[in-house]
């Protein structure tokens, strides 16, 4: 392995312009992975939302409440997040 001499161009500042605070592999606190889980688990169910919306009037009974039952336990998931403090940032 060759030993490599750093440039200016290596060594200068990123796309933001600013030299880094500190080294990139900092550990990270688990809030922040708890707030992505949860826009994703928000996200996903706004998808499956769209198209049960749009083709509501060509569904069957069965169709609308599963989709109810589904909505359901995502509202009773948020709340028990809600309510253990998961959302709020401190």
């Known amino acids: ?47 499956f939302l769209f198209p049960w919306a749009i083709a509501l009037g060509d569904l069957s009974i069965f169709s609308f409440w599963s989709m109810i039952v589904f909505l359901f336990i995502l509202t009773v998931g948020f709340i028990y997040e809600w309510k253990k403090g998961a959302l709020e940032w401190e």
């Open 1 to 47: 392995v060759a030993t490599q001499k750093a440039d200016t161009e290596k060594l200068s500042a990123y796309e933001c312009g600013f030299d880094p605070f500190n080294d990139a592999r900092n550990t990270f606190d688990v809030r922040f992975y708890l707030v992505a889980i949860l826009f994703i688990i928000f996200d996903l169910e706004i998808s």
